[in-house]
């Protein structure tokens, strides 16, 4: 009985003393949308695609032709990927959904993504898909005309969605968020749920 007491209180110890992970990102547990695009490889795509792999993806609203956040975002995610090892890496899929589909072409798409990252994705679609998918994921963007020398800009959300394998936004990284090593973390922490 004393034993068995003993391992009672060392099992209750190991669990209390067990530290549990603070998320880095903003939690948000909200349902993801399942969006239907066209990839930079011409095939139409659904984000449950991906999903279904169990596979992690980042998310980014953004085009080709920002002069700096999308830079920034897709430079950050490809450090996360390479803090994170091989297997690690082959469960997390990071999809750029373009918000300017008049100039972001296939081939424009598939130069510019996967420079950053050779696995990364570039999506696009018609018009209205794209507002959808923003809509859902309460992105914003706006086109500003007369901005620059290819004719505008477009002010957009620049928020690093993280969807989970159960279909679920679980973390926001905000750009004041955007710390490689500590999104890695995020990732590594959830795909041992996965």
Do not use: W
């Not at 803090?83 to 081939?107: A, G, M, W, Y």
Request: with cysteine.
């Amino acid at each position: 009985m004393r034993i068995l007491t003993y391992l009672i209180t060392l099992v209750f110890l190991l669990v209390a003393c067990k530290k549990e992970h603070t998320f880095y990102g903003h939690l948000y547990d909200a349902p993801a949308y399942d969006f239907e695009l066209t990839s930079q490889d011409g095939k139409r795509v659904k984000l449950s695609d991906y999903l279904r792999e169990k596979k992690i993806v980042l998310l980014f609203f953004g085009y080709t032709f920002c002069p700096d956040v999308c830079p920034t975002a897709l430079t950050t995610m490809a450090e996360v990927m390479k803090n994170l090892n091989e297997k690690e890496r082959e469960r997390v899929q990071v999809l750029f959904i373009s918000v300017d589909p008049e100039r972001d072409t296939l081939q424009q798409l598939k130069s510019y993504v996967p420079f950053f990252y050779p696995t990364f994705v570039g999506l696009t679609g018609s018009p209205k898909e794209i507002e959808k998918t923003a809509r859902e994921y309460k992105a914003y963007y706006r086109k500003v005309e007369g901005e620059s020398k290819g004719g505008y800009l477009i002010d957009h959300t620049a928020t690093i969605y993280l969807i989970t394998p159960d279909g679920k936004i679980k973390l926001l990284y905000t750009p004041a968020k955007q710390e490689p090593k500590k999104m890695a973390e995020d990732i590594q922490y959830l795909l041992k749920s996965f």
